[in-house]
């Protein structure tokens, strides 16, 4: 044979190599791409609660600024800072004219002058505020006012003193404002307050639409929706690709969703692995469906 020959054989041979492993090569990404597009979970029982959440700043629900009607001298203070008074409680005596009193009950927050002081038309004297009824106003939209309702009971969460307390919805607005464009109501939320609370603070007020106890439930990415919006999930089957199964659905928190029926606790889902492009915030269908 000659020489040239021989060189071909050769490099033939290594190529047709290089070919196969190529191609087992990408046999097993393929392979492995598959066996990659899931993510198993176990079906759970807990308690979904589906609420509704909103901010607002703590407030007294009452409060007294004392102010002088005209020119004054103080002849006589009957209270003192920090006192804890009634309503119609003394408060001072000018030197001409009447004792003035208290409209409402609380503590005497401030004490701006003193005996004998000349007070000015217009001034503060002093305040009086209820530091243990609380309250706080949150905006609510047209959407979420089918949720409210005047005695419903709420959570109020105070993260920067690690604080969660109850709470009544007193008073909803009948008429909408409006603010850059967009319309909201009003509710007072009411509460008892103590010395940790401070006016002032923010907090987040937490009302409850709808809750499941002992709910089976999988996470809300496990749902999949078919023709005419039929819910299913992808269960763990005899073969190597997930099986589809019909789910009826309840009510979710955003994170996990009910499964009325279709599971049971403890079988394993596959849940499909979204990329950044595909992964959405899982709402339901608008027109009718399993959910």
Known sequence: MKKGSTKKIVIGSI???L???GGFLGYQVLADSATTQYTKTTVTVGNIIN???FTGVIESQSREAIVATSTLEISELYVSEGELIAEDTDLYEPVTGDIVTSSVAGEVADIFYEVDDTVAAGEK?????DFNNLQLSIKVDEYQLSTLSVGAPVTINIDSIGRSVPGTVS???REAKNENGVAYFTAIVDFLGDPQIRIGMNA????VKEQVENAVMVPVTAILFGEDNMTYVLVKGESTDPEQRPVTTGITDGINIQIIT???ENEVVCVPILDATEATTFQRPESGGGI
């Open 262 to 264: 279709g599971l049971s």
């Open 15 to 17: 190529i047709g190599v």
């Open 125 to 129: 004297i002093m305040e009086i505020v």
């Open 171 to 173: 008073e909803i607005s």
């Open 19 to 21: 070919m196969i492993g």
């Open 204 to 207: 987040e007020v937490v009302i």
């Open 51 to 53: 609420d509704n959440r």
